[in-house]
């Protein structure tokens, strides 16, 4: 039980670049962080920085560029006075969802009355598995092999499992890819997007100086205009050579940030803010490590339950599409409706920069139901090494 | 002499491309040319089209990828200035003459005083060229003629002018010989020069005798390939792959500049061929030709049925016997003697080849090596017209092409030239060749830069003794030419290693040590080795001989050691395939002179097992040597995929990116030029004070946290159903011997340790029915197989 609630007042996220080659190749994951948390701040002219209780910043491989606390390096980056704290979690994809939840928790507690949860990621600069691999030796029996199990072999198991045809997985890929297009165009982004402006310094050979190339990217660079069934079917199975996963029904790697600022009951009314949504509920589960997609199958119950709702009160599902295998997986497995869950496109067409995935669909969300009008919406998904997370917020626009 | 350190290659077609590849290979600042585009800023974009299509190439132009970088693209609107400092320009635009002239005309204000100027057409007038050329330059200007492909095809065509000066010749020649690695072969400027001329009448005259004898295309095929000592692909398959538009192009050129050789008649596309280009198949690149593929059948155009069957005909059995006959005279006889229509296809071929070889060697070529070379490098023949002629007996095959010159079965009514019946033996004789133009034999060209190949690709006529014996067995032969440097040469097929070739290692080391400054590992032909060899191997398995095969691959382990640790330097001279055993020697020696086209690998997995010739020991040796503080899993999981996949490095400079030839390695681009600098290093080494290598008992290694780093890699290639369940095995013994062991990661081990290791590995796998199996097949195949 807790004490009061807690609301979320504003949510905004950096476009999303693509990993290694996009815009935000040589930018640090620390720099985006800052910049989407001043963003927030910003955004509250009513905020006395001091008054921030903590900062939860979710980060799935949290080290080098994004290392080293990373919530605390960009909260002073920020420019935030020292006063304010900052904590980096990490639960691999969940990193920013689990950091809203937590940031809600110290609210609903009664411990603090604002707080910042964000998430930054860089795989153009960390990659999935961290620089420096060590596996533990004792994972390699029969119980525990599944830990060493790459994600598109758990993604494979869990399309034989669920018989997910490469066909269909082919089409769900290019149906987010035509809702991302569609949602950039109609501008349905711009709400929540805060663009950041790169600056690379460049070696110019022949003036013997650096040239400084500035942009500052305003839409998300991963949906494609020039994909087709046809194409996405000519793609090789990525992880298994007889399976059905490719590069083309797979999320892709990603770079970006985001933050949402929440307040209690109590600073609501004391600034009379008009909030976007209310905090619901949260719920995180495990699952065998091998079907590590199925994860949302049994988090969204648990999360549903606690906030004493069904499926259909939910107007918007933000399901991360991790792989087009599980996500059809999960849809089918507890019959969500398909016209619900990621109307703007998902992770397949936008990116998924893992520990910022939470905390950048989490403002996806809110500014959709404010535009739309519906009332519940939720964030979900899959885990690496067998979890899914559900979180569920209410819309009060 | 000039140096050349960068070279212009005008026109990035599929030739100036490939040749642009080829100077980047030899680490030479290459900028090449192509019209500037008419849309967009980059106004040399298709040059760079051309650039970034080399890495797609088949095989692939580039020895390395990082050649690419030296690779500059520039267009003639914008970067014709950059001429000025270039030392040579290659022009290799389409052939016609007035766009080559044209393109002359526009360069010549804009190169250097000492700018070389060559031309790469394939047939073209070098003369009417020059004489469009200022007088200046025209001292410096000559055909060079590359053939296609021209990373590997070996020959260059050098074609002067009247006004070519000979010092530039001379420098050029030199520079394409050892810089390029290319077999220089001059030639008169005569229309499509010797290679093209000799070559594409041979083609003509197989498709006239085809149709004649009402053979079919992969008839001929079987008949015109391997078995008379041409390249697999042979005629008509060659056609194909060369494109049937090309082909008809040069006999059109053929037919235009040829008008007065007597067999100009012949000089004409068949109508077949006409209806093949017109309907758009062109061969390989429209993928239907002559052959195309259906499914996974090729199938082949047959002309009485009007369509495409399933390729397979072959050589009649008794063809087939007339093929294997000991002596080439008793083939050329028994197929002359022969009603068989495929015997009989087989003498017309011979026959009408040698008679115009016979007749147009004066004016094409100086001598018959030229001639005979410009087949072997030009087509990949492994002899000559006139070799093949002189091996089955000069004076009789001549009687017999001029009595069916007298019966007008031949396709031309000349008569062989005099010369012909007036040489005793043929053209090849031990003081050179034949030129019939200063009607004496002449012989090899006397060129410095030839004293850097002892022994040169051998004519027919030539035998080489290499050297002095030290000492002789079935296995090996130690020999030396007085300069202190002892080579050991296998004698064993394949250059395979046996037990008495481990022996004699042992052996040629100890005397080396007590005689000579240092010892080389060089075989006289390619390959280098096949590796190990396996019929002994498995013999001793398959009687149960544990015991006895354990000692084999402790005394192969002993070897790579011995290498490693004689006191004089050992030099490894690596051409051509360098494969398990082969690559694993070496890794033991101090320093590698490997030809640019050097294969080397440890393809152990193929055959079920793990290199344990100490090549696994160096590995972890190697990774040992990086810095304390850098992560050695990158490099680790590197070496691993590279073992564990049985990769095979593509090129000498490629292996020296794998790691498997050092940093010290030289990469020679000549082959014939790899023994002279092996010698050069080994005595260099020996002169400089060498100190063998201290036993290394730090060898840092991975340990647990490696092998569990690199099982992570194999249970998800194996869950991907990448790898079968037994090479899930092997490679998780790979990962525990180049890791050391299952110790903690940064201990330190010596080298009997991972020797150890390797044996034990090696003959625990060794055991397994599905190891056996892998040696089996391949020893039955020559194959591997994944079970």
């Keep these: 039980m807790h004490i009061q609630q807690a609301y979320i007042v504003s949510a905004l996220r950096t476009p999303v670049g693509k990993a290694k080659k996009g815009f935000y190749r040589h930018t640090r994951p620390d720099d985006l962080l800052a910049h989407v948390i001043r963003g927030v701040v910003e955004a509250n002219p009513w905020l006395d920085p001091q008054q921030i209780g903590d900062v939860i910043a979710g980060c799935a491989m949290p080290e080098a560029e994004q290392g080293i606390n990373v919530a605390r390096v960009s909260t002073l980056l920020a420019g935030l006075p020292d006063q304010v704290p900052g904590v980096t979690i990490n639960r691999f994809c969940s990193s920013g969802l689990q950091a809203v939840a937590m940031a809600a928790d110290r609210i609903r507690l009664g411990e603090a009355d604002v707080m910042i949860a964000c998430g930054t990621e860089s795989m153009s600069m960390v990659p999935m598995m961290g620089n420096k691999l060590a596996t533990n030796p004792a994972i390699f029996t029969d119980e525990n092999v599944a830990i060493a199990y790459g994600m598109g072999i758990t993604a494979e198991k869990v399309a034989q499992k669920w018989q997910v045809s490469r066909e269909d997985q082919d089409a769900f890929a290019l149906r987010s890819h035509q809702r991302a297009l569609a949602a950039i165009e109609a501008g349905h982004f711009q709400a929540e997007t805060l663009p950041y402006t790169v600056r690379h310094s460049l070696p110019d050979l022949q003036n013997g100086t650096v040239r400084i190339q500035e942009s500052t990217p305003a839409v998300d660079e991963g949906p494609r205009a020039d994909t087709s069934l046809e194409k996405l079917a000519r793609l090789r199975p990525a992880f298994d050579a007889r399976g059905s996963v490719t590069a083309g029904n797979s999320s892709q790697t990603s770079d970006g940030a985001g933050a949402l600022l929440l307040v209690s009951e109590k600073v609501l009314k004391a600034h009379n803010l008009e909030p976007l949504a209310r905090f619901v509920s949260f719920s995180v589960a495990g699952v065998p490590p091998e079907i590590m997609g199925i994860g949302p199958v049994e988090a969204i119950p648990r999360a549903l339950k606690q906030a004493g709702l069904s499926q259909a009160d939910l107007d918007w599902i933000e399901l991360n599409e991790a792989f087009a295998a599980q996500s059809l997986a999960v849809i089918r497995q507890l019959e969500l409706d398909e016209d619900k869950v990621n109307p703007l496109g998902g992770a397949i067409a936008l990116g998924h920069p893992l520990g910022a995935t939470g905390a950048i669909r989490s403002a996806t969300l809110l500014h959709g139901l404010a535009r739309t009008g519906g009332r519940y919406g939720m964030v979900t998904m899959c885990i690496g090494t067998g979890m899914g997370a559900a979180g569920i917020f209410e819309n009060l626009r | ?787």
């Excluded at chain 2, 002892?454 to 032969?477: C, H, K, M, Q, W």
């Design chain 2, 1 to 787: 002499m000039k140096s050349i350190r960068k070279v212009a290659v005008l026109g990035a077609g599929v030739m100036g491309a490939q040749i642009a590849a080829h100077m980047a290979n030899a680490g030479l600042e290459t900028l090449l040319f192509e019209l500037p585009a008419n849309e967009g800023t980059d106004k040399s974009a298709a040059a760079r089209k051309a650039v970034a299509g080399l890495k797609k190439l088949k095989p692939p132009p580039l020895a390395h990828p990082a050649a690419l970088r030296h690779i500059e693209p520039a267009n003639y609107e914008e970067h014709l200035p950059a001429l000025a400092d270039c030392d040579l320009v290659i022009e290799a635009i389409a052939e016609k003459m007035e766009w080559k002239l044209d393109l002359f005309h526009k360069i010549t204000p804009h190169l250097g005083e000492g700018t070389w100027l060559a031309s790469n057409t394939s047939g073209l007038s070098i003369q009417k060229m020059a004489d469009a050329l200022p007088d200046d330059l025209q001292a410096r200007f000559c055909g060079v003629h590359f053939f296609n492909p021209p990373r590997y095809m070996h020959l260059v065509e050098l074609i002067p002018t009247q006004k070519t000066d000979p010092t530039m010749l001379d420098a050029l020649e030199t520079f394409l010989t050892t810089r390029m690695g290319k077999g220089i072969v001059r030639a008169k400027d005569t229309p499509n020069f010797i290679g093209n001329r000799i070559g594409v009448f041979s083609i003509l005259a197989t498709m006239h005798h085809t149709a004649r004898f009402g053979l079919s295309f992969d008839e001929v095929d079987a008949l015109t390939g391997t078995r008379i000592g041409r390249p697999k692909s042979a005629t008509y398959r060659t056609a194909d792959v060369v494109g049937l538009d090309t082909m008809a192009h040069v006999i059109h050129t053929m037919s235009a500049t040829l008008p007065d050789d007597p067999w100009h008649d012949y000089f004409q596309v068949p109508g077949w061929l006409q209806k093949l280009i017109d309907a758009g198949a062109l061969g390989q690149k429209t993928r239907c030709g002559i052959y195309r593929k259906q499914g996974k059948t090729i199938e082949v155009l047959d002309l009485e049925k009007g369509d495409y069957r399933p390729s397979g005909k072959g050589v009649a059995d008794e063809v087939k016997a007339m093929l294997k006959l000991d002596t080439p005279a008793e083939q050329m006889a028994a197929l002359r003697a022969s009603d068989h229509p495929q015997a009989q296809f087989l003498w017309a071929c011979f026959r009408d080849l040698f008679h115009y070889c016979a007749c147009q060697l004066e004016a094409i070529a100086d001598t018959a090596r030229d001639l005979d070379f410009a087949i072997r490098w030009g087509y990949g023949w492994k002899l000559g017209p006139f070799e093949l002629w002189q091996a089955a007996g000069w004076k009789t095959v001549a009687g017999w092409i001029g009595e069916d010159i007298e019966a007008g079965k031949t396709m031309a009514a000349t008569p062989l030239p005099d010369w012909v019946m007036a040489l005793e033996h043929g053209p090849h004789a031990p003081d050179g060749s034949y030129s019939p133009a200063r009607q004496q034999f002449i012989d090899r060209s006397s060129l410095p830069v030839y004293r850097r190949q002892p022994y040169p690709d051998p004519l027919i006529s030539e035998r080489y003794s290499y050297g002095e014996t030290v000492f002789e067995n079935d296995a090996v032969r130690l020999w030396h030419e007085g300069d202190g440097a002892a080579v050991l040469s296998f004698k064993t097929k394949m250059h395979t290693i046996s037990r008495e070739v481990l022996d004699s290692i042992h052996q040629a080391v100890n005397v080396a040590e007590q005689d000579f400054k240092t010892l080389i590992l060089w075989q006289t032909e390619e390959p280098f080795s096949a590796g190990a060899d396996l019929s002994g191997a498995l013999a001793a398995l398959q009687a149960g001989e544990i015991e006895a095969f354990t000692d084999m691959v402790d005394r192969f382990q002993q070897t790579s050691q011995r290498l490693r640790y004689s006191s004089i330097p050992v030099v490894s001279a690596p051409r051509g395939l360098a494969l398990g055993g082969g690559c694993e020697f070496t890794m033991h020696c101090d320093r590698v002179v490997a030809a640019l086209e050097t294969y080397i690998g440890l393809v152990e997995v193929g055959v079920g097992l793990l290199p344990a010739g100490g090549g696994l020991k160096e590995i972890a040796r190697r990774l040992s040597a990086l810095p304390e503080n850098v992560d050695p899993f990158p490099f680790l999981q590197r070496w691993f995929e590279t073992v564990a996949m049985g990769k095979v490095a593509g090129s000498a400079l490629e292996a020296i990116d794998l790691g498997f030839l050092g940093a010290c390695s030289k990469v020679v681009f000549h082959p014939h030029e790899v023994l002279h600098v092996a010698r050069q290093q080994g005595l260099f080494l020996a002169e400089a004070g060498y100190t063998p290598p201290l036993p290394d008992r730090h060898i840092r290694v991975a340990g647990k946290t490696g092998i569990a780093n690199l099982k992570l890699v194999l249970v998800n290639m194996l869950e991907g159903h990448f790898i079968s369940e037994h090479d899930f095995e092997i490679g998780s013994r790979i990962a525990e011997v180049i890791c050391g062991g299952e110790v903690e990661a940064g201990e330190r081990v010596d080298e009997t340790w991972l020797l150890d290791l390797e044996r034990k590995h090696f003959v625990e796998l060794a055991q397994m029915p599905k190891t056996q199996e892998r040696i089996a097949h391949m020893l039955k195949t020559g194959k591997p197989l994944r079970n």
